[in-house]
Structure formats: structure tokens, C-alpha cells
């Protein structure tokens, strides 16, 4: 276990390092994540401005679903997407061989190598709306613990996701706009599901679980979440995580590489 | 003229044919595009529940209609050109006695037409899902919805055209597209039609080139109202005033490219 924490520190420590050297990247990062934001708020906006509201979710509950759906979206750029490009080139260039080599997990390998300063602006500008949108309620801090318990199933969830759709890469080499699909249906995130009619819910529930990424989560830090939706979150997280480690050694079996 | 007509065929057989062979991965790209849909669940739910001005139908009319115009808009020039740049490959373009930009426009052309199969069925699948939303707008509309789908493609690639000169002075062109490309999801339309937002911000919007790509083909082809003469009058301004700046950006960076072989 030390080793592969040991590892983590060593990956990100040159992760970072290269990204250093793209420093103006930073400021365009930041740039978009702020309009992406702006964004966000103002489609909120619209909807609440003439009075209306998700279900009876009030104006700062619905800013902690936009916040928790940011805060998601700078995980995945953070963590996700630069490590997925990766396995996508290593499939095609053949040297996934050399990660197959080393005497470590190779999942591990794959989705912990690599780290982007992408999502970062992404990751803060959430917890801020987060915490804005909490002080104005009046969030205690034991709720903000309560909340992180579904926020990390969510988390694991969207992990396993894109990780089987990078492990499909085995098969057929370029995804990236598959994993284009699953971001743009992640997107619908962005409100408490109770805005969506009743086929979208359960779409967004039981295909993609779109539920117990944002509005799960915003509800536990509510204090009305529904101890059910967390234990559903919690398994479909331990199911998925699992699944993904079988599908991953299920695709191995079909990787050819390109030397042998 | 008529090697001209005998050149652009060429050029489009030959780029549809290498789109072709994509397939697979332009029905993916068609189904990426699935942000309106997930707005129109949002929208005509929300229409049931308070007044917008707007009924469900129309709204889910609408979002059909912007997947529509944005899948006739898809441009991906930048990160092309871009390449074409870093690589160097723009100079054996520059040997040819066309303009580069022949080439990404037949390409750009030849992908909607071997785009439009899947269009064509993702609509149909949406109808049979969705019935009572099915409209059959008149001939003129059409016509006119036609005349401003392509009016706006044109703008965007302008725009985005534009955009790619910069890659002569930096390696980052496209992140100036990402910046353009988060604004005007906001601004287009995509999220709402024009008519839901704040009159103030909508009036000041109208003098920009972000409706144009969305919002009014649209609004035509889901029979809002639009003031037809004033907006085609400032979408072609705005594809002026980009192609203008474009042609000088273009001048000025050519004595500023240094590509592998220049």
C-alpha cells in the first residue's frame, strides 16, 4: 500500500513539474473555467428569475448542485481525462507492453499517472459555490462530512465509468469522442434531477447514473438526503469499481500490441 | 470556370469519401451532441409547471431544432490548421495553386453530407419517441431555415478560421476556440432561446455574432418570431467584418511562418 502511495507522490510530483513549464496554460485553464461557471449561473438564472423552481429546490440549493457539478467536472479533467488520452495513445503506439511489464497493478498504473493543473480553477471555483451557497443556508459542518460520503461514491462511479470506456479502447483504438458521449450526458448534472421529467429521471438514474454524482450528494449536505439513495450510491460505486477491474483484464486478453 | 466546378468536385468526393470511412465515429460524434436534448427535458418540464411564454412542445421543437443547427455547424478547422502548422505540412499546402482554405471547407462540406444519414435518423428516432412534438414546417421555412443554417456554418468557420491564424504566433490557438466556444454556448442560444433572457441583455446580444449561429436558424425553422432582414443583415456583417481580418491575419502570418521546409 506504501508503495503504490509512494508511487502516486512520485507520478504527480513530474506531472506537475511538465505541466510548470506550460504556465500560461494556467491562465486559459482558469480563464474558461471562470466562463464555464458564469455559465452555469446564468442558465440557473433563467429558470429561477421568473419565479419557478426545481421541485422546490431553492435558489442556494440549486447553486450546491452547480457547485458539486463543477467541482465533479474539475476531477475529471484533473485526474481523468490526461490519464485517458493516455491509454488511448499507448493502445495505439504499442507501448502499453512496457506498463504491462512493470511489476505493478497496471490499472493502477494507467489511471494514476498522470495529473493536469486543468481542472484545478474547476476544483476551487466549486468548493467556493459550495461553501458560499452553505454559509447562506446555514450548512453545519458535520453535514459537510455527511455529504462527503456519497460525493466520493460519485466520484468512484464517474471513475469506473470512464475507465471501462478507456479499457473499450483495446478494441477500438479511438474513443475519444465516445468519452465526448458519456461528458455530454454527465453534463445533465448540472440541475437537481428532480428538474427533469419522469423518463429523464429514470434514464439518468438507473442508465447513467447521473443521480448520485450531483443530486444525491447536494441533498445529504441539505440534510434531507435519503440514507436509501446513499447505500444505492455506495453499491453501484463498489460494483462498478470491481466491474471495471474485471473488464479491464477481460480486454487485456484482446490486446495484440504492435511488436508481437 | 469550368476547371473550378471540376476542382471543388474533386475536392468534396475526395473528402467525402475519407469521411466515409469514419463512420463509426461520426454517429458517436452526432450523439455527443446531446447537451439540447437534456436542456429540453429540463425546459418542457419546467414549461408544464410555470409560464415562460413558451409551451413544452414548443420548447422541445426548439432544443430539436438547435441539435439540428448545431450539428450543420460542427467546424473543427482550428485544431487542423493548427497541426498543419506545427507540423510543417502547411508548406507542401502553400505549393498547390489553391488557397488552404479550399481544402478545409470541401472537408468540412463532405463530413455533413456523410453526417447527415445519422441526422436524419436520430431525428426519426426522436419523433417516434416523441410524436405529439412533430411538425412539418411550410416550404418557405425550410427554405429560409436552409439559407440561415448555412449562413450561420459560414460565420462559425469564419469565426473559428480566424482564430487559427493565430497558431502562426503561438502554439495555443485552440484555447482561445475553448474560451470562444464556452461564451457562445452561453450566448448562442444553446441553453435557452433569446427570448427567455433578461430584454436588456437580449437587445445588447443582438448586436453580437453569438445569435446568429444558433438562435436565429433556429427560431426560424421552430416558427418564432425573428425580424428576418435585420438579423441576416448582421449575421452577414459579422462573416465580413471575420473574413476581413482573417485575409489580413492570413497575410501577415505567412511572412511570419516558419515551419519545417519554409
Redesign the interface.
Known sequence: MSRYLNLIQIFWKTAISAELEYRLNFVFAALSSLGGLAGSLFSLFLFYRKGYNFQGWRWEEALIVVGIFTLLEGFSSTFLASNLSRIVKHIQDGTLDFVLLKPINSQFWLSFHSFSLWGVPDLLFGLAIIFYAGSLLGVGIGAYFLAAIPLIFGVVIMYSLWFMLGATSIWFTKIYNMTEVLKGLLAAGRFPIGAYPATYRFFFTFVVPVTFLTTVPAETLLGRGNPLWVAGGGCLAIVLLILSSRVWQFALRFYTSASS | MKKLVRLSKSLLVTYYAYMLEYR??LL??A?????PF?LM??W???AR????GLSSIEFARYFLAVYLVRQITVVWVIWDFEREIINGKLSFRLLQPLDPVWHHIASHVGERFARLPFIAGLITLFFALYPSAFWLPSLPTVGLFAIAGIGAFILQFAVQYTFAMFAFWTE?AS?IQ??WF??H??LSGA??PLE???PSMRAILMWTPFPYIINFPASILTGLKVDLGHDFGMMSLWIGIFAIVNRWLWRKGLRQYSGMGA
Open positions: 463509426a465515429e458517436l460524434w450523439l455527443s451532441g446531446s447537451l437534456i427535458g429540463v418542457s418540464e419546467a409547471q410555470a409560464d415562460f495555443k484555447s475553448e474560451v464556452l461564451v454556448l452561453f441553453i435557452a427567455l433572457f433578461p
